[in-house]
């Protein structure tokens, strides 16, 4: 950790401040801080909040870096590529909830890709953060079915070591969703399954997803705070308000965790909240773990 200790005490301060009770902060610093550096989180950021909330994410994450903890960022770019795919007139076709990538896609898609993950780049590096884009190198991957999808890859391997070299250097990883071939051929990777490879892979203490909503929404809108899936997800894809979009979140999710070691939670919480959801017991978001009850 490569961290000047006036700062950290500055930005210990500073988060003593923002959250009311410093023993409760003090507590998961410690409790973060003791994590072998390259394992403290996975943070997966959707495109949305990519282009919704770029300066409070890239705050959110030039704090937790300034208290010395290195999460690895991965981004998708959904809207960005939508948006840009509608503007050169390239028509968007989807198949199994996978984005159908012809070679005139990829030829929007890739500099779209390179452009949001410098934008969170560069947002970090204002802040004083060194960060470092990571467009290659880290899903190695074959054509999943290249005449019904193009160039979709499937993950065969995930190589750690351009993230695990970032954060030896000091630097903040910002991975993007693509992959190569051995031979190099670039494809396009759905990012919320390269999230789950990365999270394998890595198995950190914490995976936070940071959305637009900020945690999972019950039946009246509001965030439901905690799930133990192993008393929980049959009652919940049990309730009728339960909608696809949420009900597809909490498989991946519980077959993400299937795999983790037990201590290892899930936090969906927003940009804004996330000092909170860390740093609190109570927090500000939806935290999912797989063992034991916790009332929500
Ligand atoms: N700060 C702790 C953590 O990140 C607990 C968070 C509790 N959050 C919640 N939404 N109930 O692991």
Known sequence: METDMPEV???VIELL????????????????SRIEESRFAVVKVGGAVMRDHLDEMAAALA?????GLTPIVLHGAGPQLDEAMEAAGVPIEKRDGLRVTTEDVMAVARPVIYRANAALVDALEARGVRARGILHGVFEAQLADRERLGLVGEIQR???EPVQTAIASGSLPVVACLGESPAGQV?????DIAARELVWAVEPHKVIF?????????YSGRVISAISLRTDYDHLLAQDWVHSGMRLKLQQIKEMLDRLPPETSVSITSAEN???ELFTHTGAGTLIRRGEAIDW
């Open 17 to 32: 401040g923002q959250l009311g009770s410093s023993r409760e902060a003090r507590q998961y610093l410690k409790q973060f």
């Open 274 to 276: 996330l000092t909170r």
């Open 210 to 218: 940071l959305t637009g909503t900020g945690g999972l929404l019950d």
């Open 187 to 191: 494809m396009n990777i759905n990012a």
């Open 63 to 67: 704090f937790l870096h300034r208290l």
């Open 158 to 160: 995930v190589e750690l």
């Open 9 to 11: 005490r500055r930005t």
